[in-house]
């Protein structure tokens, strides 16, 4: 089948040049903006075109041009759809920004929960999929479920937590490769906002920045001007420094692999998880392989975070896979770790 079986909503050619926050070049040979569900299912069985899912493009690296259908999620709308004892429970379009939502939730209604999680750029759609996370809490600690429409059948599905199967920066999505074929594609998320909150707040830099501030307890509006804070010092806007956040996943080890590291290495940061395994930092790896404020070409690795790739202006997805290549080569050579990249390449 071909691209002439698709429906006249959907455009031919577009550029997608400002479509990411890495500002990387590249063309999308079909492109639709996807304002609701309905529109989706008229695309089910139209073409056998790949599919890739969009949504502010924060976690995207563009390699070059795209021959499939870019889905550009633009589905809106949030409202509180209901209340028991212990929470409240408010709903939000795939295409509503991550931002502006939550401080929607903290000032038009008073629904605490996700404070943590403020200034993470991106949609509301793209968070379950790879569980974002910041200081000390993830999507999933506040998650209730999920619609998505299955793009093989036309059949919306219900997701909750368990079905989700979050990880670290992770989920069914990414352990299945749904996100990569836009297999299912995310139309709304609902969040589970707890009644009986308590504020996170043990986090290093956040527990520094509401001392600075002389708040002993705060509330979770002071919790999000805090986290503001600390992002704004530390993480470039894309706006401004064209990056997509965090490059690299904190890698995980067994316990033998983090001690022997860290004998060699007593600077060494490490986070035991639950599960056995230690977390590393990668941004402390990156720093100490000389790769913090290094640049390679027209891209480089950020000066006050040695985990966040930074496009200097006219980088090309090459540019980026050159550094990312060089930066992986630098530490494993270092310390014996092999780094993942935490973006989707497309
Ligand atoms: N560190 C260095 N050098 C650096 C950067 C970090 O030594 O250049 C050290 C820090 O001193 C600290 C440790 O590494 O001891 C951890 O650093 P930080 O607290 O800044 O957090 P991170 O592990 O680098 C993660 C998330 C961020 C999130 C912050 C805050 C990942 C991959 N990244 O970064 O998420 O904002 O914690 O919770 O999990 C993102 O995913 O895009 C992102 C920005």
Redesign the pocket.
Known sequence: MTSNTLPPFVKSGADLGQRTTLALPGRAAFYVEVDSADQLSQLVGKSHLRRFVLGAGSNVVLTGDFDGLLLHMAIGGRQLIGEDDDAWYVRAGAGENWHSFVRWTLTKGCWPGLENLALIPGTVGAAPIQN????GLEVADRFHALEAMDMLTGKTLRLDRDACRFAY?DSVFKQEGWHLEARLVVTRVTFRLPKAWQPVAG???LASELEQRGIARPNALQVADAVIAV?NR??PDPAVLANA??F???PLVDAAFARRLAAAHPEL?RYPQADGRVKL????L??QSGW?GRQLGRVGMYEK???VLVNRGGATGADVIALARAVQAAVRERFGVDLVP?PVFL
């Open positions: 974002i996370g910041a200081y920066r986090y290093a830099d992002r530390k993480l956040g965090s690299f996943q904190n940061p930092a990668a941004g402390w990156i720093e913090k975070q040695a985990l935490e």
